[in-house]
């Protein structure tokens, strides 16, 4: 209490204030964790339940309807490959995740992709839905675990009891979020979300956790498979270190910064597996450095407008199209104030 009351005076007479920095930890009770977790589930089931008839189309053709590689989990090499030119080609966890909603669809509905023309069985219409059901419910059960991971960041990281769920519930109806649930070849973008949520999540668990090392393998695991689902994964072990950095504050005790500093190794280690993803991608003529008509430079300034509308979406959802055909920008010019 003196040692107390002299620092209090100390502060006083020099007129600085002692400053502390934010520990992070779990809020709220199990019984809080719970509610929270069923009304998120709850929600995302309604908010996407008219979803579940929606069709295979564009890129869901060639990387679907015409993937002969998802006709088979065995051998994994071919279940987690697909044709070039694809959307999920370099993509091995989402070429998995597709091949194993082939193998778990029904023997009769699995390769009823098209809607029914005349002269199909009268039965055609329901079996491509109950086909569509799987791939549709695993996208959603993607996004509402990602909707999770985040209410476990959220938990983690604020002091609020309110706000995680808050948080997590603005993501799980937000319409922004709506293409990448119901367009089916776009689970590589939510299954990136999702493993990109889980790496921060583990991470946070390592860091509480006295037992690191299984917390950190999951985090590292985790990271890799979002490193094969989609490029914009290669930000995770950063976003990590600044969780670390601006959340987490200094680690005390010697074993917890050894232990630290092995998992942001494993991290980065994540960054090969997508170098050698980046070195074989077999989309040349669809993305990339070397794409006809769009020399890397004017990729990048075009990317300036496109990054600036999609900020405004977050906040404004509205409106929302499937497809913009976003002109190129030709000249900085014209995207200065994006830009800016």
């Known amino acids: 209490m003196a040692n107390s009351s002299r620092r209090r005076r100390a502060n006083w007479k020099t007129g600085s204030t002692p400053t502390r920095r934010f520990a992070p930890g779990r809020t709220g009770s199990a019984r809080h964790v719970l509610f929270s977790v069923l009304v998120l589930v709850v929600v995302g089931v309604v908010a996407y ?10 890129d869901d053709g060639p990387a679907i309807v015409h993937n002969p590689n998802i006709r088979a989990l065995w051998p994994l090499t071919r279940a987690m490959a697909a044709p070039t030119e694809v959307t999920v080609a370099g993509r091995p966890t989402v070429s998995l995740s597709l091949a194993a909603n082939y193998a778990l669809a029904q023997p009769d509905v699995r390769d009823v992709f098209e ?27 993607i ?27 603005v993501w799980v109806t937000h319409p922004l979020t ?10 590589a973008e939510s299954l990136m979300g999702l493993c990109f949520l889980l790496t921060m999540y583990f991470a946070i668990r390592a860091r509480e956790s006295h037992g690191r090392l299984w917390w950190s393998l999951a985090a590292v695991a985790a990271c890799a498979a979002g490193m094969g689902s989609k490029q ?7 976003v990590v270190a600044a969780w670390d950095w601006l959340i987490g504050g200094p680690i005390d005790d010697a074993r917890g910064r050894r232990d630290r500093w092995l998992l942001f190794a494993g991290l980065a280690a994540t960054w090969i597996l997508l170098a050698y993803l980046l070195v074989t991608q077999p989309r040349v003529n669809s993305v990339g450095f070397d794409f006809p008509g769009w020399p890397w430079w004017r990729y990048l ?14 906040i404004v959802p509205a409106p929302l199209v499937f497809d913009y055909g976003w002109p190129a920008a030709r000249t900085i010019s014209d995207v200065a104030p994006a830009l800016a």
């Not at 008219?50 to 295979?56: E, I, P, Q, Y």
């Not at 675990?145 to 808050?166: K, V």
């Open 178 to 187: 709506t293409g990448s649930v119901t367009y089916i070849v776009q689970r």
């Open 143 to 169: 996004h509402i675990g990602a909707a999770l991971a985040l209410f476990g960041i959220a938990r983690r990281s604020l002091s609020s009891t309110a706000a995680p769920l808050a948080i997590a519930l």
């Open 301 to 314: 300034v075009t990317q300036a407008g496109v990054i600036a509308h999609y900020l405004r979406l977050a």
């Open 232 to 238: 914009v994964m290669v930000a995770a072990p950063l």
């Open 49 to 58: 339940r008219a979803s579940f008839a929606g069709v295979f189309l564009l």
């Open 115 to 141: 809607p029914a023309v005349p002269g199909d069985p009268p039965d055609h219409t329901s079996k491509l839905l109950a086909n569509l059901w799987g791939y549709h419910a695993v996208n959603l059960a």
